[in-house]
């Protein structure tokens, strides 16, 4: 992620036109006499601008936030659509950095959190600080705690049993995840819940009565995402989600409460978390399915191939919390052991940002398009017959395999202690 001129572009998404000076439209903002694309006035304004090599052949363009104040005047609503930019992100012609947290030792292994899939059943619970039931939903009515599935209810009682077998074990609840806010009844639960007293109240009644009887130890709220239009969110979700968080910690007592971020500024940008932070005990920073089969119609990225967990893209959405001054040690990084899949449109052009077709074939086991778990990535390397070449590549810290016009990438033991590094490095705390 970079700033062209206070608007955000994707760095590694297929390549922009930002230099107009051969006579290519820019791709972004307004063409500069000088032949370069940008926004502002330097930019934009009628004496410097190229209307047909600008974007949409027009130089009435708005940059995402206001980047004249540093150094130097605001450009005002002429030039730019809002003053501040979400998340503090970098929003100067020039560009300017925040101080990153910094140490040694082993810091990433203080928590150690995992969900557990109640439509998967069979789980070790080593070497595990925390479990997470995942997942509970909210009825749309009366905003009640009420499964996700009704044969998941039964399960509730034997999962925080299992804290009979390791007594330091936490066992929580996770309510909501990304199905609860697709088009559904629930879409708009969230919204509405945050943005209601008398609901909320019904909500935290319910949820202490949750805890109570299946003996839960906490709550972790995975909301898939607020203010986010494509997801059901409204704009008012911003301020009322950390009033609603405020509220819930004062009604849970002692129980444990945390909540999932997105690592994309797109989707974070809609995250008070400054004040989020203040009412939880973690947060968990979803460092995974940074790409996937959907980014074919998204302008930005395209169809093109890329591991799921790059920890360049990674790395900048876990820089916007360094932007916000958030304790390292209250954040958790998040791994997923499984690996997103394509199908390549030419199986002879196989290198990362290469073109696919749709998403890799399914699994034996997981049966859906796009998506292997990792003991089907291992039983795919151990088929001779399939032959599959496999290699590392250091700078994203990821695992690629590709074999015919298959093409995955996933992380492995290797991989994932080179991650843990990074955790470590950074100060995280799980």
């Given at each position: 992620?970079?700033?062209?001129?206070?608007?955000?572009?994707?760095?590694?998404?297929?390549?922009?036109?930002?230099?107009?000076?051969?006579g290519?439209?820019?791709?972004?903002?307004?063409?500069?006499?000088?032949?370069?694309?940008?926004?502002?006035?330097?930019?934009?304004?009628?004496k410097?601008?190229?209307?047909?090599?600008?974007?949409?052949?027009?130089?009435?363009?708005?940059?995402?936030?206001?980047?004249?104040?540093?150094?130097?005047?605001?450009?005002?609503?002429?030039?730019?659509?809002?003053?501040?930019?979400?998340?503090?992100?970098?929003?100067?012609?020039?560009?300017?950095?925040?101080?990153?947290?910094?140490?040694?030792?082993?810091?990433?292994?203080?928590r150690?959190?995992?969900?557990?899939?109640?439509?998967?059943?069979?789980?070790?619970?080593?070497?595990?600080?925390?479990?997470?039931?995942?997942?509970?939903?909210?009825?749309?009515?009366?905003?009640?705690?009420?499964?996700?599935?009704?044969?998941?209810?039964?399960?509730?009682?034997?999962?925080?049993?299992?804290?009979?077998?390791?007594?330091?074990?936490?066992?929580?609840?996770?309510?909501?995840?990304?199905?609860f806010n697709?088009?559904?009844?629930?879409?708009?639960?969230?919204?509405?819940?945050a943005?209601?007293?008398?609901?909320?109240?019904?909500?935290?009644?319910?949820?202490?009565?949750?805890?109570?009887?299946?003996?839960?130890?906490?709550?972790?709220?995975?909301?898939?995402?607020?203010?986010?239009?494509?997801?059901?969110?409204?704009?008012?979700?911003?301020?009322?989600?950390?009033?609603?968080?405020?509220?819930?910690?004062?009604?849970?007592?002692?129980?444990?409460?945390?909540?999932?971020?997105?690592?994309?500024?797109?989707?974070?940008?809609?995250?008070?978390?400054?004040?989020?932070?203040?009412?939880?005990?973690?947060?968990?920073?979803?460092?995974?399915?940074?790409?996937?089969?959907?980014?074919?119609?998204?302008?930005?990225?395209?169809?093109?191939?890329?591991?799921h967990?790059?920890?360049?893209?990674?790395?900048?959405?876990?820089?916007?919390?360094?932007?916000?001054?958030?304790?390292?040690?209250?954040?958790?990084?998040?791994?997923?052991?499984?690996?997103?899949?394509?199908?390549?449109?030419?199986?002879?052009?196989?290198?990362?940002?290469?073109?696919?077709?749709?998403?890799?074939?399914?699994?034996?086991?997981?049966?859906?398009?796009?998506?292997?778990s990792?003991?089907?990535?291992?039983?795919?390397?151990?088929?001779?017959?399939?032959?599959?070449?496999?290699?590392?590549?250091?700078?994203?810290?990821?695992?690629?395999?590709?074999?015919?016009?298959?093409?995955?990438?996933?992380?492995?033991?290797?991989?994932?202690?080179?991650?843990?590094?990074?955790?470590?490095?950074?100060?995280?705390?799980?």
């Amino acid at each position: 992620m970079s700033i062209l001129g206070g608007t955000l572009t994707n760095s590694v998404a297929a390549p922009k036109v930002t230099d107009c000076s051969g006579g290519q439209q820019c791709t972004l903002g307004c063409c500069y006499i000088g032949g370069y694309c940008g926004y502002g006035p330097d930019f934009c304004g009628s004496k410097a601008c190229i209307p047909k090599l600008s974007a949409n052949q027009t130089c009435a363009q708005l940059s995402e936030c206001d980047a004249g104040g540093y150094p130097g005047a605001l450009w005002g609503p002429t030039y730019a659509k809002t003053t501040n930019c979400p998340l503090n992100v970098c929003c100067s012609k020039f560009g300017f950095s925040w101080p990153q947290p910094s140490c040694g030792g082993s810091s990433a292994t203080a928590r150690n959190i995992g969900y557990y899939e109640g439509w998967n059943q069979d789980h070790p619970c080593d070497p595990y600080t925390h479990l997470n039931f995942a997942f509970a939903f909210i009825d749309p009515v009366s905003y009640a705690v009420v499964p996700m599935a009704e044969n998941q209810k039964s399960l509730y009682k034997r999962f925080t049993g299992l804290k009979a077998k390791k007594p330091d074990l936490q066992t929580w609840i996770s309510i909501g995840g990304w199905s609860f806010n697709d088009p559904n009844p629930t879409q708009t639960t969230f919204s509405q819940l945050a943005a209601s007293a008398s609901a909320q109240k019904a909500f935290f009644s319910s949820v202490l009565n949750f805890l109570k009887e299946y003996d839960f130890d906490g709550v972790d709220l995975d909301w898939e995402y607020p203010d986010a239009k494509d997801r059901g969110g409204v704009p008012e979700d911003f301020k009322n989600f950390a009033i609603f968080l405020s509220r819930m910690r004062s009604a849970l007592g002692s129980y444990g409460l945390s909540i999932t971020l997105p690592s994309s500024y797109w989707y974070l940008q809609h995250f008070d978390i400054v004040n989020l932070v203040k009412h939880v005990d973690f947060l968990s920073i979803m460092t995974y399915d940074v790409y996937g089969t959907w980014d074919s119609t998204i302008g930005e990225i395209g169809p093109y191939v890329y591991a799921h967990t790059n920890i360049t893209v990674v790395d900048k959405g876990v820089q916007l919390l360094w932007h916000n001054n958030i304790d390292p040690a209250k954040v958790n990084f998040g791994f997923g052991f499984y690996g997103r899949s394509y199908t390549l449109s030419n199986p002879s052009c196989e290198a990362t940002g290469c073109e696919f077709s749709k998403g890799g074939n399914p699994g034996k086991c997981t049966g859906t398009e796009g998506i292997l778990s990792y003991a089907e990535v291992v039983s795919v390397l151990q088929d001779k017959a399939i032959n599959a070449e496999v290699r590392l590549d250091s700078k994203e810290m990821v695992k690629i395999a590709t074999w015919k016009d298959q093409w995955i990438g996933y992380d492995d033991a290797e991989t994932i202690k080179m991650k843990m590094d990074y955790a470590n490095k950074h100060c995280l705390g799980g």
